[in-house]
């Protein structure tokens, strides 16, 4: 691990690496990653460059022994939204039960053979450029490391995460449609747990017709959640200063922030977001609950499950995790609804760009 984690950390540092051409990309970043990642390059049994498939190319298929394990494809630009349809496409084609797409930065991993769209099949995104190196260095054993790969421990890791997010989001979908249903319908939901409570509390069972009575005499039940712990407005105004400034840093380089008189040089937007959360959440740590009422779309940021997002990190000193798979603006967007829920004002914080 302690080579990968030092050539993951000279990605980060060097920027002569993002001025390579996609050929050199092959090979100086995505085959010196399986290298270290324990993959012989020299041996065909193991890497099988070049790989033929109906209608294109992989770059890689890792194979073992048994054929594509892993397609690996490699795409130079920021952009890797047009090329990870053709990658799972392809996959499907092969067999591939495991993807990877990458400009060797960005790594994002797939589940091709599962239902759902390319979003859905993605399980895991890691950004060299917006999260720890130990972190990255981790995932990448985990998920690319010869052993893992041919033990099968990946692909059994990788379903359990799809799975679970996929459990978190249709709980999340039907949980308001269960609770419309029992509304609409409380006689008959009820009666038989309320029964059942009362028999344990007396010794006695009531009659359903004294039940319907009772569930009738507390009047029309709302058919909508129960109401939850909801912070005072975010934006009050038409457009706030967050968005306006959000959309003017869109696009821009983050050198360092100031928040409350302290100032922290950091290299990346995440990286703001995380020390912002650092430094306000050790203030708050009763508090921290309300954070679950920040959502956007049906979009959550925070979350106790790590699984639920493509790209988290845990906060220090908390045991919640914060989507860090975000644009800039988004995170800029993100970060004044925590100042203004906590309490603070937008002035107490300032950024440099360049």
């Given at each position: 691990?302690?080579?990968?984690?030092?050539?993951?950390?000279?990605?980060?540092?060097?920027?002569?690496?993002?001025?390579?051409?996609?050929?050199?990309?092959?090979?100086?970043?995505?085959?010196?990653?399986?290298?270290?990642?324990?993959?012989?390059?020299?041996?065909?049994?193991?890497?099988?460059?070049?790989?033929?498939?109906?209608?294109?190319?992989?770059?890689?298929?890792?194979?073992?022994?048994?054929?594509?394990?892993?397609?690996?494809?490699?795409?130079?630009?920021?952009?890797?939204?047009?090329?990870?349809e053709e990658l799972l496409n392809?996959?499907?084609?092969?067999?591939?039960?495991?993807?990877?797409?990458?400009?060797?930065?960005?790594?994002?991993?797939?589940?091709?053979?599962?239902?759902?769209?390319?979003?859905?099949?993605?399980?895991?995104?890691?950004?060299?450029?917006?999260?720890?190196?130990?972190?990255?260095?981790?995932?990448?054993?985990?998920?690319?490391?010869?052993?893992?790969?041919?033990?099968?421990?990946?692909?059994?890791?990788?379903?359990?995460?799809?799975?679970?997010?996929?459990?978190?989001?249709?709980?999340?979908?039907?949980?308001?449609?269960?609770?419309?249903?029992?509304?609409?319908?409380?006689?008959?939901?009820?009666?038989?747990?309320?029964?059942?409570?009362?028999?344990?509390?007396?010794?006695?069972?009531?009659?359903?017709?004294?039940?319907?009575?009772?569930?009738?005499?507390?009047?029309?039940?709302?058919?909508?959640?129960?109401?939850?712990?909801?912070?005072?407005?975010?934006?009050?105004?038409?457009?706030?200063?967050?968005?306006?400034?959000?959309?003017?840093?869109?696009?821009?380089?983050?050198?360092?922030?100031?928040?409350?008189?302290?100032?922290?040089?950091?290299?990346?937007?995440?990286?703001?977001?995380?020390?912002?959360?650092?430094?306000?959440?050790?203030?708050?740590?009763?508090?921290?609950?309300?954070?679950?009422?920040?959502?956007?779309?049906?979009?959550?940021?925070?979350?106790?499950?790590?699984y639920e997002f493509l790209n988290?990190?845990?906060?220090?000193?908390?045991?919640?995790?914060?989507?860090?798979?975000?644009?800039?603006?988004?995170?800029?967007?993100?970060?004044?609804?925590?100042?203004?829920?906590?309490?603070?004002?937008?002035?107490?914080?300032?950024?440099?760009?360049?």
């Amino acid at each position: 691990m302690g080579n990968l984690l030092e050539f993951i950390k000279k990605l980060q540092s060097e920027g002569r690496f993002h001025n390579l051409d996609e050929a050199a990309l092959k090979q100086s970043v995505a085959m010196k990653i399986l290298s270290l990642l324990d993959w012989d390059p020299f041996d065909l049994d193991e890497i099988q460059p070049e790989y033929n498939i109906e209608g294109g190319k992989i770059d890689f298929s890792l194979k073992q022994n048994d054929p594509n394990r892993v397609f690996l494809v490699v795409r130079k630009g920021s952009d890797l939204s047009k090329p990870q349809e053709e990658l799972l496409n392809h996959s499907v084609q092969g067999n591939a039960r495991m993807a990877v797409l990458t400009n060797g930065f960005t790594w994002w991993f797939y589940l091709p053979l599962l239902q759902g769209s390319a979003d859905e099949k993605k399980f895991l995104a890691l950004e060299m450029n917006g999260q720890k190196g130990e972190e990255i260095s981790e995932k990448l054993l985990q998920f690319l490391s010869k052993g893992s790969v041919t033990s099968g421990k990946s692909l059994r890791l990788a379903e359990e995460i799809y799975h679970t997010r996929q459990r978190a989001f249709l709980v999340k979908e039907f949980l308001p449609k269960a609770w419309e249903k029992i509304m609409k319908e409380p006689e008959k939901w009820l009666a038989e747990p309320l029964a059942e409570v009362t028999k344990n509390l007396c010794g006695y069972k009531p009659d359903m017709d004294i039940l319907r009575e009772f569930i009738r005499s507390k009047g029309e039940m709302k058919a909508e959640a129960p109401p939850v712990l909801k912070p005072k407005p975010l934006i009050t105004p038409a457009k706030s200063k967050a968005t306006i400034q959000g959309e003017d840093y869109a696009g821009k380089s983050l050198t360092a922030f100031t928040f409350r008189d302290n100032r922290y040089e950091v290299k990346s937007w995440k990286a703001m977001l995380i020390k912002v959360c650092e430094s306000i959440f050790s203030q708050h740590k009763g508090e921290l609950d309300v954070l679950f009422t920040i959502s956007e779309k049906g979009k959550e940021f925070f979350s106790r499950n790590p699984y639920e997002f493509l790209n988290c990190e845990k906060i220090s000193g908390t045991t919640i995790y914060v989507d860090v798979g975000l644009k800039a603006k988004e995170v800029i967007d993100l970060v004044y609804k925590i100042l203004l829920l906590f309490g603070y004002k937008e002035s107490d914080l300032a950024m440099e760009v360049k």
